[in-house]
């Protein structure tokens, strides 16, 4: 217990920033930008995410398509992982943390649907589902971002009579800023405690059946990962946005936000830590705007690791895809990654529902062993998430450069017309 205690308040300060971070960025840079301004950068963000997401199904597609990793791999014949939770049910989830009904709530909780089976004792003796309403512990990033665009919007359109309050909130953003640079000399401890306790956590005996019996997944995925981290990003950054400008550089000043997401297994305690890297090396507008946007929806990682598990479970089944089956399976990775919850291991549930669709046999053995080296997929996954959240900042700024020079204009009427944004990466 005292080996983590030094990591699990490490984590609580960084989780203790998220919210004013997220709210004071948010309202801020909805209400620089302006309604169409902000509508443009949201929209790129996630098209930048859709393109991402869809290159990592494809590299896990391939990998597992490639290397077989579920080859030699042989189950018990368990009872299939079947769940009563429909893809409708994930939509419906998703809409309702864009729309919270209890500000103070959901910070802490986040609303949703859960569902139970239950026999119907008549004469046709069906199995019916009734759904319920359930609390989760993680909190609701989404739902915070949607409530403070909606206020940074009302405060722009209001004028001057919103500058008080927004003015305030500027010196809450640079309080909560201070702080986390505060938080970060405690960093090595906290580190150095969280890994501390990971390794005692896990017998030695578990960790070596674990790598010998998913020798090749394991290989495949951590080969998937930095691939994606170490040459898709990278090229998308040097050549898409045609910086000249050497991108493993800015994945260097990355490291802290990259070794907190890794440690925690969740881009959420690495929020603030992105904020502050990010800070003097992207316009604080995009940062403000697309890193709230990312975190609880952009996750290359996770659709990387869901479709490469599917083909996995599937091979271990002896089971041949076919074409179709496999276009679905990167299809719904991509879409239903978007839905994934934020949390450790929240892309198991994901699997299940995708192999119901695909009619791949994801049984309770097949996932116990997917399961037995969640510890290192999980922050495998993040550090590739909180890597993309940043270069997408740095994509969405090159994309909307006319209309960031625009606004700079407007502020300030002294500036040039060819006016060039310096990004200094």
Known sequence: MWVGLPGELFLNMLHLLVVPIVITSGIRGASTMGLRADGKIIAVALAYS??????CSCIGLLLGVAVRPGEGVRLTDGAHSASCYRLTDVFADFIRKLIP???LQ?????RGMSCIEYQRTNMSNTTDVANYTTYGDEMNILGIYAVSIAFGIAAHLTGSRGKPALVFL???QSIVLKLIKGVFYYAPVGVTSLIAKAILKVPAYEMNHAFTTLGYFTLSTTIGQLFHQLVVLPAIYFIVCRMRKNPYTFMWKLCPALVTGFISGTSVPALPCLYLCTKTKVNPHISSLVIPLSVPLKKDGSALFISLSLVFIAQMAEMKLTATQIITIGGLSIVLGFTTQDIP????LTISLIGGVTGIPVSNDSLGLIIGLEWLNDRLRTSTNVQSHAFSCVFVEKTCRKELQRIARANNPSLPTDMSLHIDI
Do not use: F, H, K
């Open 50 to 55: 859709i393109m991402t997401m869809t290159i």
């Open 170 to 172: 500027q010196a809450v």
């Open 345 to 348: 291991s929240g892309s198991i």
């Open 106 to 110: 959901v910070t802490e909780e986040t």
């Open 101 to 103: 009904r209890n500000l």
